[in-house]
């Protein structure tokens, strides 16, 4: 598991990678809309220039249609009068995308033509346009849906205008615009490369395309949602955004005619698809980068968290260091001890009295080094923490041959304990190496012929320095104080000072010793407190919490 020290920092980077995750999605979806935006007034921008190029060119046919019909009343020409027909053909090359004109007489066969003399002479009194004009009083001129020529021309757009000399029906005049000149005059001009252009008569048929699609041409496309769907019936525009095309469409103001521009939503979002494709391998490089930070975070967790065990072995085996000399010199008294009595056993065998007193005093020496072997082997164990009931006073009495080693003899070492402490609940072996911690933490603090002091009292764990006769009772807690008149502490080292690593020894000190401590009675359901100010002295309160009372005996506890 990381450390705390790690888990902010990888929260961090969590939350760094999220906001990146949320900012690049919205700024995607945001990218999506605008490009769709863009697409969307594009293809409306163009539906305008085409429709502007269309009510021109119908504008102009118009003009011209007229002109030639006042033409016609003034001169009233003969049938296929050559000057008359020169006329219609110069008028011919200013209108655009218009392949011929002629003029349909009252009986419907054509009287003047500019195509003469190849134009088939039959009768076109069944076209829908001759028959408005002819049967139904039309006299406004207008454009009429595509027709097939009979000369085998192809497609082509009707635009009509009545000749008007007198009150009797005399005519119509006719220009013929072809639809493949609609769709060549988009390919030269370049408009629409990226978009699809379709020209409608108001009933729905195909007049022209753009891409050309020729056979197509004079169908009916009733279903498009502008004939089927309620569209504005009135010059103007109407745009769709559709699940894969973006459509404008544009009626004409002088002419039932529609124009269609389209363009596919692969097209629209083509630079948006780039784009997002960019913050997609962004966003797989910051990831890349952070999983390799988390990668290299938890490396250096267990890098430091190795150091950390090396350094508290190296601590252990150091404060294990400090002890031996003493223990050994100990150790030393008590074998010349079993030697001196070894010694009066064998010349006093017939006094009994002296015998049996070097035989005791030889058990006691012997208990007494087996005792130190013991609690040597319990601080180097590492083994999981057990609880158990504790006499204070007992294991203080106990340890205290090993306390005084460890506070070494430039130090001297007091213990105070109060009489009648209840029972405890802790491990002991770890309290022996939580309190050796102490102690030699307090002798480095001390300058040397310095007292270090250990008092243990009843107390209830919020106040450290409360004496013990005012304690409520029963009391929470079993104060374990170690106090020393050394150098202190500031504030600042003080809330620091159970930090893991922190430490004010420089290269000597590890910063494991306090921190294990704190370790050891967050445990336990204890406490750590320090008390300390400089060039007073030190006190570190462990509050140790009492025993529950044991259970009432049974029958079966008795047997």
Not at 86 to 100: C, E, H, N, S
Not at 431 to 459: E, G
Request: hydrophobic letters at 45%.
């Amino acid at each position: 598991m990381l450390g705390l020290w790690a888990r902010p920092k990888i929260a961090g980077l969590a939350v760094t990678w999220i906001a990146a995750v949320a900012v690049v999605a919205v700024l995607v979806a945001l990218g999506r809309i605008a490009a769709v935006n863009r697409g969307a007034e594009d293809t409306a921008a163009l539906a305008v220039v085409v429709t502007q190029l269309m009510e021109r060119t119908v504008q102009a046919l118009y003009l011209s249609l007229g002109s030639i019909a006042d033409t016609y009343e003034i001169i009233e020409p003969e049938t296929d009068d050559s000057e008359f027909r020169g006329l219609m053909q110069r008028r011919l090359g200013d209108i655009p995308f218009a392949r011929a004109l002629f003029i349909i007489g009252p009986d419907g066969r054509v009287i003047h033509d500019t195509d003469y003399p190849t134009t088939p002479r039959v009768s076109l009194e069944d076209r829908p346009y001759f028959q408005a004009y002819a049967r139904h009083g039309a006299s406004l001129p207008t454009v009429w849906p595509p027709l097939l020529s009979r000369s085998g021309t192809g497609w082509f757009l009707p635009v009509t205008a009545m000749l008007t000399g007198s009150d009797a029906f005399e005519g119509v005049v006719v220009a013929a615009l072809q639809a493949d000149m609609f769709t060549e005059e988009l390919r030269r001009t370049g408009l629409g490369t990226s978009h699809f252009i379709s020209l409608f008569h108001d009933d729905g048929s195909l007049i022209a395309s753009f891409p050309p699609r020729p056979d197509d041409v004079g169908s009916r496309f009733t279903d498009l949602p502008i004939f089927s769907e309620g569209a504005p019936g009135e010059p103007g525009a109407w745009e769709r955004v559709e699940d894969d095309r973006i459509v404008s469409y544009r009626r004409l103001d002088n002419a039932p005619l529609v124009v269609l521009v389209s363009t596919s939503m692969d097209e629209v979002l083509a630079g948006w698809r780039r784009l997002a494709a960019a913050a997609m391998i962004s966003m797989l490089a910051l990831t890349a980068v952070l999983v390799w930070q988390v990668r290299r975070l938890a490396h250096d967790h267990v890098r430091r968290e190795h150091e950390r065990q090396r350094q508290a072995q190296i601590e252990k085996l150091e404060a294990l260091g400090q002890l031996t000399g003493g223990i050994a010199h100990d150790f030393s008294n008590v074998l010349q001890i079993v030697a001196m009595n070894l010694d009066v056993l064998r010349s006093s065998r017939d006094d009994r009295a002296t015998f049996e007193q070097a035989l005791d005093s030889a058990e006691r020496a012997a208990h007494n080094a087996a005792a130190m072997i013991e609690r040597l082997l319990r601080i180097a164990r590492r083994k999981p923490l057990t609880l158990s009931r504790l006499k204070v006073d007992e294991w203080l009495a106990t340890a205290r041959p090993l306390l005084t080693q460890a506070a070494g003899t430039d130090v001297t070492l007091e213990i105070d304990v109060h009489d009648g402490l209840p029972d405890v609940l802790c491990d002991p072996d770890e309290l022996d190496v939580a309190l050796l911690n102490l102690v030699v933490n307090a002798r480095h603090a001390t300058a040397p012929h310095a007292c270090v002091t250990i008092r243990v009292y009843p107390s209830d764990g919020d106040q450290p320095d409360l004496p013990p006769v005012v304690v409520s009772t029963p009391p929470k807690y079993v104060c374990v104080a170690v106090i020393d008149d050394g150098c202190g502490m500031t504030e600042e080292v003080r809330r620091r000072a159970i930090e893991p690593f922190f430490t004010t020894k420089g290269e000597a000190g590890t910063g494991l010793g306090l921190s294990q401590v704190y370790g050891l009675m967050e445990q336990i359901g204890g406490s750590l407190s320090i008390a300390s100010s400089p060039g007073i002295g030190t006190a570190v309160h462990l509050f140790i919490p009492i025993a529950p009372p044991p259970g009432p005996r049974t029958e079966s506890d008795a047997a």
